[in-house]
């Protein structure tokens, strides 16, 4: 059988748990056939979100009373193995001793059983599958837990997630094995299998977040042939549409996901509202986008950007072709100009240019 001594490790779960644990696992395939790989190529994240009566309200800035308390996980695909361990002011809080949802309700997990009493709160969850079970990277509801606080707090004061990556951790996939997870520090004393970083937040920021890519625009008419476009880019985003009051910036990143390279950017924090963001870099034509913020999160998916201004004169021409064949001749400049994702710098790319130079201008784009 699997072994599993790494999941449970707080002396009150030693009974529970265990047993819990060692059923799940008996019905468990003891078999995964091929890895997938995303192991340490993520970013996790823990945190929680705080709803009283329907409402969502900041975790950093509570008033004395009860509420709906979610732990959630972003930023993976897929996942295997689950358990989060915190402890929490029996002072202070008070914590229901039955969880109001689990993602086991949904069909894909099972529960390993958990812990909300004597300052303790403890979640695990496998999959049933035989691999692993997918999961909405974006913001994944692990539980939900209902609190009250005695007194007008930040919960971050009252509640402590461990760092044991013993007793929190997450793991993508059975064929990565169960000494190698993500945890919320990159080594621990005696752990003999590797950490990859994720990081835990009892109070984030509070507000939505707006998440896209940055992908390369083919043509005038604004399409894009979906690759991702080369180095960082900078998200100002503003409150006002004079652009006179700057709200934030962010930097996108490259990163691998799902066997293809994206350029990814992440706002967080924005209350409802419209804001008027500027996306550019050093290459790239800025464009202006339309972002309104009622109530949730948004996946803006891909936006184009006409990344090929490499002659700094704010447009598209046949010059900027021109750094197109130079770095097909020597490498200079060869991964801002590979431009049509077939990896290697050619007439192909200068193309793109060409049809961009009849017009450099954006459509308007509005997320919401």
Do not use: W
């Amino acid at each position: 059988m699997k072994s599993e001594a790494k999941h449970i490790g707080n002396h009150f779960l030693g009974i529970l748990v265990f047993i819990t644990a060692v059923l799940v696992f008996l019905s468990l395939p003891l078999v995964s056939y091929a890895q997938t790989g995303t192991l340490g190529q993520e970013s996790p994240e823990i945190y929680c979100t705080y709803e009283q009566d329907g409402v969502a309200v900041d975790g950093n800035n509570l008033t004395a009373g009860t509420y709906d308390v979610n732990f959630v996980l972003s930023g993976m695909n897929n996942l295997s193995v689950f358990e989060v361990t915190a402890t929490y002011d029996t002072e202070q809080v008070t914590v229901e001793s039955a969880p109001s949802g689990l993602i086991s309700d949904d069909a894909g997990m099972d529960s390993m059983g958990y812990i909300l009493e004597d300052g303790n709160i403890v979640f695990g969850f496998v999959s049933t599958n035989e691999d692993c079970s997918h999961i909405n990277e974006y913001e994944q509801i692990i539980a939900t837990v209902k609190m009250t606080f005695a007194s007008d707090c930040d919960a971050e004061d009252y509640i402590t997630i461990s760092d044991n990556p013993n007793l929190t951790f997450a793991q993508a996939d059975y064929g990565d094995g169960y000494d190698d997870s993500y945890a919320s520090v990159e080594s621990y004393q005696d752990y003999t299998g590797n950490l990859y970083l994720m990081t835990c937040d009892v109070t984030p920021e509070f507000g939505h977040s707006v998440k896209g890519n940055i992908v390369v625009m083919t043509n005038s008419s604004g399409s894009t042939n979906g690759v991702a476009v080369y180095g960082n880019y900078k998200i100002d985003v503003y409150s006002d549409k004079d652009k006179s009051n700057l709200v934030t910036s962010v930097i996108s990143e490259q990163k691998q996901s799902e066997n293809q390279i994206i350029n990814e950017f992440k706002i967080d924090a924005l209350k409802d509202g419209t804001y008027y963001a500027t996306i550019s870099s050093e290459y790239s034509i800025p464009r202006d986008i339309t972002i309104v913020i009622s109530g949730k999160d948004i996946l803006a998916g891909a936006i184009p950007m006409i990344c090929c201004e490499y002659d700094s004169d704010d447009i598209i021409s046949a010059n900027d072709a021109k750094y197109v064949y130079v770095a097909a001749a020597n490498g200079a400049l060869r991964e801002y100009c590979e431009l049509d994702g077939d990896g290697v710098v050619s007439v192909n790319d200068a193309k793109i240019v060409y049809i961009l130079s009849a017009s450099s201008k954006y459509n308007d784009l509005i997320i919401k």
